[in-house]
């Protein structure tokens, strides 16, 4: 059997499921039928070579029927394998086709039938959503005796911390300390969410909110929104009952509940900081600010809300550049107090969130004092075996489709694809590579997405080629565009500013690039004489644009465009490569001038 | 929403080009959407802007199925939104489907009913705006569009669960954040994050995240898009394709109403070919190529139309003539595309007035409108014999620059109208900025006995090394480094010399200066001298770098005319400035 008719996708999926050996899909190697004449290998990922020839229209419609598929349908390739053409030419009526030409060795069909077209599309997605949402390892194979790694007792740690703010009351305070993107607020939002119950949760950013006055509104606005209407009556009667087990802190306390009390149906207005008249409209009684001296006042009183209260200070050493530390006082004596008391009230958890290894140095000394010291770090993955790992599961995602027969089809194609892909020792090489210059976890992310972007019809199955392009598209993406991509003034100025460093000039004036390109001009005859002044001042305003020239003074009002001072970011070597790319001989020999 | 002529928009939609760019986005925003992308392209980040937004309109105006969110984005630019109340109240708006109304005040989106207040207050207050609009809240602003009175107060009704809603926020130019609003740049990467919705932040510019990004790495890393860059045939085809759609009969513009006739895109295509082929070198832009094409094109197509109206006239005589049966059985004669030869022609006759339209449309020394006028054709240019039309075309340019009066520039013709003592005050302050003060002695100074004669310089000063000879760097010439400051002493009496020298042959005669110079001395302490000098500084020809307002200092200036300049005005007064100059040009 050399060769077999194909009219629809139904006799397509029969003959893709014999080939494929599919009574025994385990088989790993693909043993082609007797007789198949095979075509030279040809490597994967040269996908044009051997194209499906046209299905028959009908099988065309047929396909569109069943499943709409959300990208625009390309329009099939034509480019007949050779042999394909010579059968099609043999029979027009019973159009032929070549087994062999389909699929390369490892038994993968080269080029995917239109059918599982919307089941790639799919697939896409579902390794999407999995590098979203990392699926589950086996982190104890992966580690071996090095188990747990970083992470995992972090979270351990961090989550006994918040058990015991939530389920017994206490008041704590931890740092989690890590390095940028070692999945330090993921880490918080799992172990909160993990918690049995809701308490709850006040998020504040350094990033966001600069001052404490900001940070205290923030709460106040958080707090409002997760206790609702009733907060504030059932806030004052709690008060009046632990009264005597509260803090010294109860005066300033019960002042705070009363102006709060007052003032809870004012609205805010950002040109009046308290008091403004509220508008009547307001149904819901939103909770606003008491004047500037209780603000803090707001945080003592947090251990007497209803529920457990989780305080995350994302950026936290942030927060330490505050006047006095004054937030940062007030959460951590109150959570210390907490501990303290006779647990009465409800629990409260500070949570710093740091990528700064010195924060604990940062904090004053009475600060420092109220903070209780644990200090969790979190690390990116120690083992490049847990981003293999996590790669291969993410991009082995099972993917669900309306037609079951497709469904299995695909995954079977699948399911070989990406074994073939990972175990190949040059995917683990570049993988490797990237791995030794950074550990970020979401690198390795961005070049699994970019990867699975690359996947179309045409070339179906992730190939060591498209991952290193997503390696060099993620990890180092070009700073500049290729220099001799640039229009022709700009590299006449880059010329002239090699030449001005060389006479000992790394700071220079338009007028000094421009002097040396007219001069040039002028001696040489060779550049082309119609550029005027014109198109060599827009050819500098563009490299400031693309800052490759870099201003060097502050600008001034008194200095004129022309004259202000720039310095080159490029260095010579880019400057020779691109006049080199360029291939114009006037160029290159201006700039071998001395 | 852009400014991208509409063609340029559809020809950008069909290009196979940036298919690359659209599919992957698209991609990304409909499924799983990392928190913060960046879209990097160094050429035609307009074209990309405007590609992004037609991507995001199609994706937010498709209705979602089972599963998917609901798309609703903003695009806001950095350069507009320079303060982050514009920026908040931009996204915002658009995030909710907005639009300030007049008759309302034009306000801006502040929620419904019992959530209404302001959200542009400072970052927290547009978080909270943004999770509001997730939360679907924001219906005032929907049912503000559908009834189009923009009065948003009206009591929303819920219309069922809606779908989830996916934000997008898109700041274009985003470099400019980096100057104007830094402290915003973390806190918008950090979106998703701080307002725990399903939001994502996508910058586009033609810088790369490293130059805009702050230190400390307070951001995330983004994902990265690069947009490949678009070689010599994709901006012509691009160009090509983006042929426009003839005018509406009614429009009012200055073009001809044929001059975008279907028959003659083939002709445009050559066109456009030989134009990228001039211009390419200098701007690979296609928004500028166009903006060139866009006004040499209706002069270049203008014979043509000429040789067309011209048939159509003797036509109508003949049938006139004939008389006879003249019921209106003659089809007017369509236009037909100009022949292989007369595009040839055509091509070599206006291919030099190509960098001509470079030179002053692409710095925008000029602008589309102007340019096409004055270097409209003259009439019939095909009728004349062709070793005259160049020299024709030429002429015509220079009537028509005439005509329209916009030979000058007005700064030119504002410093010829100076009077004759501002104009030595401007040269002197050339020289005062130009010479270092220490070589005013050499340069200036007269022995008691050669009071009026010019001592003459040895060209070159002896004491500079050769370039290169010592370790020390070039000297480079202060002309080129820019004006220095000097203070108003010096510049009277550089001024005084100049007088003396070059001046006090053209005075009245006064018979009461007896003293040589003392005629001088008494110019250049007069009022107007000063008055002069105040109002030389008001027009920025001459710079003043001290505070207007101390009265104990002595005041400094700095020169702020040109070299091209100085030499013009000291020709028209007689000076010699090269002699005058420390470093000779
Ligand atoms: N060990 C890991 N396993 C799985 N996912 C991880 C791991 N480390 C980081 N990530 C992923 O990286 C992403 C970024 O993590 P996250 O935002 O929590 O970092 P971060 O430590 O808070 O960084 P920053 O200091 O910049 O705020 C998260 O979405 C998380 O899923
Ligand atoms: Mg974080």
């Not at chain 2, 489907?97 to 306000?107: C, E, L, S």
């Not at chain 2, 470079?358 to 710095?363: F, G, K, R, V």
Request: charged fraction near 20%; proline fraction near 9%.
């Amino acid at each position: 059997m050399d060769s077999v008719e194909i009219r629809t996708p139904k006799h397509l999926l029969t003959t893709l499921k014999r080939s494929l050996g599919s009574p025994a899909p385990r088989g790993s190697t693909h043993i082609p039928p007797l007789g198949t004449p095979r075509l030279p290998p040809a490597a994967p990922g040269s996908p044009t070579k051997h194209a499906l020839p046209l299905p028959p229209a009908s099988a065309l419609r047929q396909r569109r029927l069943r499943t709409p598929s959300p990208e625009p349908v390309r329009p099939p390739l034509v480019s007949l394998s050779h042999t394909a053409r010579k059968a099609a030419a043999a029979s027009p009526s019973k159009r032929q086709r070549n087994q062999a030409s389909q699929r390369t060795e490892e038994g993968l069909p080269r080029d995917l039938p239109d059918h599982l077209h919307p089941l790639l599309e799919r697939q896409k997605r579902a390794i999407l959503k999995a590098l979203q949402q990392p699926p589950e390892i086996d982190e104890i194979e992966v580690y071996g005796e090095d188990y747990p790694p970083t992470n995992t007792n972090a979270y351990e740690q961090l989550s006994d911390l918040l058990m015991g703010s939530v389920v017994r009351g206490e008041g704590n305070s931890c740092l989690l300390i890590g390095p940028s993107g070692s999945g330090k607020t993921q880490m918080v939002e799992r172990a909160i969410t993990a918690l049995p119950t809701t308490p709850i949760v006040v998020r504040l950013s350094g990033y966001a909110q600069h001052n404490d006055r900001l940070a205290i509104r923030e709460i106040a606005w958080q707090l409002a929104q997760q206790t609702g209407t009733s907060f504030l009556p059932a806030e004052s009667d709690e008060e009046d009952e632990e009264d005597a087990a509260d803090p010294p802190a109860t005066v300033e306390q019960e002042a705070s509940g009363e102006t709060l009390e007052e003032e809870g149906d004012d609205d805010e207005n950002p040109f009046v900081d308290h008091a403004p008249a509220a508008p009547s409209s307001l149904v819901e009684p939103v909770i606003t600010l008491p004047p500037p001296s209780h603000l803090l006042a707001l945080i003592s009183m947090i251990p007497t809300l209803p529920r457990p209260t989780v305080i995350v200070l994302d950026g936290f050493d942030l927060f330490a550049s505050h006047a006095r530390q004054a937030l940062l006082y007030c959460l951590l004596d109150t959570a210390q107090s907490c501990r303290t008391g006779t647990g009465a009230g409800s629990g409260m958890a500070v949570v710093g969130v740091t990528a700064r290894v010195d924060t604990i140095n940062i904090l004053e000394k009475r600060v420092k004092s109220r903070f209780s010291g644990r200090m969790i770090r979190t690390a990116c993955p120690t083992k490049l075996d847990h981003w293999i790992t996590l790669a291969k599961a993410a991009l082995g995602a099972p993917c669900t489709g309306e037609n079951a027969e497709d469904v299995e089809e695909w995954a079977e194609i699948w399911n070989k694809a990406v074994p073939q892909f990972m175990e190949d020792e040059r995917v683990v090489e570049a993988l490797r590579d990237v791995y030794a210059l950074t550990r970020d976890f979401q690198i390795f992310r961005r070049i699994m997405t970019c990867l699975t972007l690359e996947l179309t019809d045409i070339s179906p199955y992730p190939t060591l080629k498209m991952l290193k392009a997503a390696i060099s598209r993620q990890r180092c993406p070009a700073r500049y565009p290729p220099l001799n991509t640039l229009p022709y003034p700009a590299i006449c100025l880059l010329i002239a500013q090699v030449h001005a460093q060389t006479s000992g000039h790394d700071v220079f004036t338009f007028e000094m690039l421009h002097d040396a390109f007219k001069n040039q001009v002028r001696t040489s005859q060779a550049a082309p004489v119609q550029i005027q002044g014109g198109g060599v001042g827009m050819a500098f305003e563009r490299l400031v644009d693309l800052r490759i020239f870099l201003p060097a003074a502050s600008p001034a009002t008194s200095v004129a465009k022309e004259f202000a001072l720039h310095r080159c970011a490029v260095d010579r070597f880019a400057v020779k490569k691109a006049v080199e790319q360029m291939g114009q001989l006037n160029l290159r020999k201006w700039l071998t001038k001395s | 929403m852009s400014d991208i002529a509409p063609g340029l928009q559809t020809a950008l939609a069909d290009s196979p080009h940036y298919e690359f760019v659209s599919n992957h986005l698209s991609l990304l925003l409909s499924s799983y959407p990392p928190p913060f992308i960046f879209i990097h392209d160094p050429e035609t980040v307009r074209l990309t802007a405007s590609l992004v937004q037609s991507t995001l309109h199609g994706l937010a105006s498709k209705s979602p199925t089972s599963g998917e969110s609901q798309i609703k984005y903003a695009c806001v630019n950095a350069v507009a939104c320079f303060s982050p109340r514009i920026l908040y109240d931009t996204a915002l708006n658009a995030l909710a489907g907005w639009t300030p109304d007049w008759r309302d005040g034009a306000t801006n989106w502040h929620g419904s009913g019992a959530e209404a207040r302001r959200y542009n207050e400072n970052f927290d207050a547009f978080v909270h705006g943004i999770q509001t609009i997730a939360a679907g809240a924001d219906n005032a602003g929907e049912n503000a569009q559908t009834n189009g009175a923009g009065k948003g107060k009206g009591k929303a009704k819920e219309q069922g669960a809606p779908p989830n809603r996916r934000l997008v926020l898109v700041v274009e130019r985003a470099e400019r954040l980096k100057d104007n609003l830094p402290e915003l740049v973390v806190p918008l990467t950090r979106l998703g994050e701080l307002s725990q919705v399903d939001i994502t932040t996508l910058f586009l510019s033609e810088v790369q995240w490293q130059d805009i990004r702050l230190p400390l790495r307070a951001s995330p890393e983004p994902y990265y898009i690069d947009v490949p860059f678009l070689i010599k045939q994709d901006t012509q085809e691009l160009l090509a394709s983006a042929y426009p759609s003839p005018p509406a009969e009614s429009s009012t513009s200055a073009v001809d109403v044929d001059a975008y006739h279907p028959a003659l895109k083939p002709l445009y295509t050559h066109f456009i070919a030989t134009l990228c082929s001039t211009c390419s070198p200098f701007t690979h832009d296609p928004i500028e190529l166009a903006y060139i094409a866009a006004a040499r094109w209706p002069g270049f197509i203008q014979p043509v139309l000429d040789a067309h109206r011209g048939l159509l006239k003797e036509e109508e005589i003949a049938s006139s003539a004939e008389d006879g049966d003249a019921d209106g059985k003659h089809e007017p004669h369509e236009l037909q595309p100009p022949t292989e030869d007369t595009r040839l022609r055509l091509i070599r006759l206006f291919t030099p007035s190509f960098t001509a339209a470079l030179e002053s449309l692409y710095p925008r020394l000029s602008n589309a409108m102007d340019w096409a006028r004055v270097h409209a054709p003259p009439v019939d240019l095909l009728l004349m014999p062709p070793g005259h039309a160049p020299e024709a075309l030429a002429a015509q340019v220079v009537t028509n620059a005439a005509s329209l009066n916009t030979q000058h520039g007005p700064t030119e013709a504002g410093i010829e109208a100076l009077p004759r003592m501002a104009k030595f005050v401007l040269v002197a302050a050339f020289l005062a900025s130009t010479n270092p003060a220490r070589s005013d002695l050499r340069m200036f100074g007269r022995g008691l006995d050669e009071r009026s004669k010019r001592r003459k310089r040895k060209v070159g000063t002896p004491r500079k090394p050769k370039p290169g000879t010592t370790g020390t760097a070039v000297k480079i010439p202060q002309r080129l480094l820019g004006p220095t400051t000097f203070p108003l002493d010096r510049l009277i009496a550089i001024l005084g010399v100049l007088l003396e020298e070059n001046d006090a042959d053209t005075r009245p005669a006064a018979p009461q200066y007896t003293v040589s110079g003392e005629y001088t001395e008494m110019e250049i302490a007069r009022v107007a001298l000063h008055a002069n000098i105040v109002e030389l500084a008001s027009m920025r020809l001459l710079v003043r770098t001290s505070p207007p307002d101390s009265l104990d200092r002595v005041p400094m200036f700095k020169c702020g005319i040109g070299y091209e300049l100085a030499i013009k005005l000291a020709k028209s007064l007689g000076i010699i400035l090269n002699d005058l100059v420390y470093e000779v040009v």
